[in-house]
Structures are given as C-alpha cells and as structure tokens.
C-alpha cells in the first residue's frame, strides 16, 4: 500500500521569503500522480499544484513549484514570496494511475509571519 | 459552476446516537467520495462511488457507517451508532470520471462531535 509522510508538522515564514515543504511517498508503481492541497479554516481542500510521474519536469503554478524527485520519492513544495493568504495547512497526496483514491499525508501548518 | 455542497457544516451528537451527512457533487461529475479527517490527521477514504455503483468501501467502518447515491447524484452517508472516535471533518469531493487524472473538487466538509 502507498504511504505518504510529510515530517514537518508545522512552518512559519516571513511575508515575502520562500519556504519549502517536505514529502516523502512510499509506491512501488512506476507511473501515479502527485497533488499539494491547500486547507484554510474553511476547510474546503484547494489544490495547489499537481505532478505526474513520468513527466521530469517540476510542475510549476505562479508563486508555486515543486522540486520531484522520483528515484528519491521525494516531491517537496517551494512557495515564493510568501503571502498572507498562504496561511493554511497544506497536505500531500498520492494518486495511482490505475485508481481515483487519494493518499494524503498527515499534514504541514504554514504560518505567514507579517 | 457551482460547487460540492454539504450540510449540515456543523454537528454535535451524543454517542450512541445517529447521525447522517449530505453531500451534492458538482453537476455532471459520476465520481463521489467520501473521505473522513481526523483532527491532526490528513483525510482518509471512507467510501467511493461511480455514478450509484460503489467502487471501493475497503475502508469504510460497515458495522456503523453506511453510505447511499440512489440516483447517482447527491448522496448521504450515515453513522449509526456514532462513537467518541467518529468524531472527524467529513469531507464530500467529486470529478468527473474514473479517467480524470486531475484531483478533485472538495466541499467545505461537515464537523462531527461525538460527546
């Protein structure tokens, strides 16, 4: 079974720097889907950025990229010129080629200094 | 486009007691799902429909949880007899097919309080 970890349950940054999330996935597929959901208090999940495994290059959306690693499973967040509304809890998320089940990890809590 | 609708947001219930969820995906999307969130927890999958046909409840607690689409729209899923640790967000997402490779659309989530 896929597993997903994301080691840093909680980051803060200063508005305006960059900041990195981690996550590290455990598959033995070779061809899935990689997803960054955003979660704000209203609680509605937000998907930020998402990769697909066969394609080497990092997947990037404005302030947002990520830095897949494949051989390392290792697929990280880096968020550019933090912004106040960046605040949330952000989670990592695992998708098989063949299913529609998301594997999420537990979870990272960015906070936006001012 | 309007989007995945659910209610109540918020709900407190004695245990033992039963409880029931309503979710109302994004018109013309045949996949729905429920996932429940554990406070500190990422969401896990309860249960996954396509159109009205179940395509996995691996997960899914079947002595107390139960979930129904009937006509492969909106949905329900039900907790009966709720205990301390079904306390949770449940969250309700749809997409537009089993072949979509794109995540999905949530909704806002209904929070659950077992006392």
Known sequence: ?114 | EAGVAQSPRYKIIEKRQSVAFWCNPISGHATLYWYQQILGQGPKLLIQFQNNGVVDDSQLPKDRFSAERLKGVDSTLKIQPAKLEDSAVYLCASSQGLSTSYGYTFGSGTRLTVV
């Open chain 1, 1 to 114: 079974a896929q597993t997903v970890t994301q080691s840093q349950p909680e980051m803060s940054v200063q508005e305006a720097e960059t900041v990195t999330l981690s996550c590290t996935y455990d598959t033995s597929e070779s061809d899935y889907y990689l997803f960054w959901y955003k979660q704000p208090p209203s609680r509605q999940m937000i998907l930020v950025i998402r990769q697909e495994a066969y394609k080497q290059q990092n997947a990037t959306e404005n302030r947002f990229s990520v830095n897949f690693q494949k051989a390392a499973k290792s697929f990280s967040l880096k968020i550019s010129d933090s912004q106040l509304g960046d605040a949330a809890m952000y989670f990592c998320a695992y998708r098989s080629k063949g299913a529609q089940k998301l594997v999420f990890g537990q979870g990272t809590r960015l906070t936006i200094n001012p």
